[in-house]
């Protein structure tokens, strides 16, 4: 099939808002497309649009509920193959099962690789996605991954933010690489918060290494899940002497007690992406910013075959 000169936008049901500021950028519009449910929850999908040998992205995050937009996703890349689209890419601004990317004990799955095989089998061509969990999970594809970083893009709105005297803080010491590049990039000294793990919800603060004393620090990270480890470093910066303390993230899950935990904490800032779209309550001091113009580039340069990688330093 030979692909024609055309881009076409695929939005499952998972982060439609994403997909339609998507299309704004790219002055194009999602393509006419049914997902609904059968009676018995089970999905049903029909696109009205010609795709054939068209260019098409399909716009959908692994979030919660996360096995509902997986499935979703996969009966898309079916549906479009099927269809005769000339190249198929996913779009997970949100790459879901990130978190189990190897056997760390014994009888547990390797969810991540799971999520890598079933999306290449059901007819994805190529990967874009946003700040994976673990960077390596690109190794899990034989087919092309563009993982772009959000940083540029939460950066400019912690550059808005006027902070002076910064200190970058990462909530843990995987982190350091991500915290690394902030504080180059702001030209601002590191400090780690030393955490013990109890539990997948639950973490115990150390201390912190380096100096936050008389501080405005920005702790980052990739994401917000229950919100325990990065609430617990703002609470230890504050007890270390900090004084402004903002969060920045590129994922948003907040799921369990996260919105409480946020609201309590000493943060005077939170700053997100729209990766995930936000349902229910949000934290009192949170501030969106989005990832589409972002995503509306890459897509571009993919489709051009034009450089991706020039896009992970640009501040938008």
């Known amino acids: 099939m030979q692909m024609t000169d055309r881009i076409v936008l695929i939005a499952g049901t998972a982060h439609p808002e994403l997909a339609r500021a998507v299309g704004q950028h790219l002055d194009l519009p999602v393509a006419n497309a049914h997902i609904g449910r059968f009676p018995d929850g089970e999905i049903d999908i029909k696109v009205y649009d010609d795709i054939r040998g068209g260019d098409v992205f399909v ?18 890349l079916d549906t479009l193959r099927r269809a005769s689209a000339g190249r198929i890419t996913a779009v997970m601004p949100y790459y879901g ?18 999520v890598a095989n079933t999306l290449v089998s059901a007819g994805c061509n190529r990967l874009l996605t946003i700040d994976m969990h673990a960077a390596q999970i690109q190794g899990f594809f034989d087919i092309p991954v563009d993982h772009l970083y959000a940083r540029p893009v939460l950066m400019s709105a912690v550059k808005r933010l006027n902070i002076e005297n910064p200190v970058v803080v990462t909530p843990d010491v995987g982190g ?24 997948g919800s639950e973490i115990a603060v150390e201390h912190i290494i380096g100096s936050v004393e008389g501080r405005n620090v920005i702790i980052v990270d990739d994401m917000i899940s229950t919100g325990g480890s990065i609430s617990e470093a703002a609470g230890v910066a504050r007890r270390h002497g900090a004084k402004a303390i903002a969060l920045a993230a ?14 309590a904490c000493p943060a005077d800032k939170i700053l997100i992406t729209d990766s995930i779209p936000r349902r229910g309550d949000s934290p009192r001091q949170l501030e969106v910013v989005s990832v589409a113009p972002l995503i509306a580039r890459a897509i571009r340069n993919i489709h051009r075959c034009e450089s991706v990688s020039s896009l992970f330093e640009e501040v938008s």
């Not at 099962?97 to 799971?114: H, Q, W």
């Not at 690394?180 to 601002?188: E, F, G, I, P, Q």
């Not at 590129?250 to 946020?262: K, Y």
């Open 250 to 263: 590129s994922h948003a899950v907040f799921c369990g007690p996260a919105v409480a935990r946020l609201d």
């Open 176 to 199: 350091i690489k991500m915290a690394r590049a902030w504080a180059k990039t702001l030209n601002a000294d590191l400090a780690i918060v030393d955490k013990r793990r109890i539990s």
């Open 97 to 114: 099962y990130a978190r189990k990317d190897r056997k760390d004990e014994g009888r547990v799955p390797i969810s991540a690789k799971v």
């Open 59 to 76: 716009i959908q995050p692994t979030c919660p509920p996360v096995n509902e937009n997986w499935i979703e996703l996969l009966l898309l």
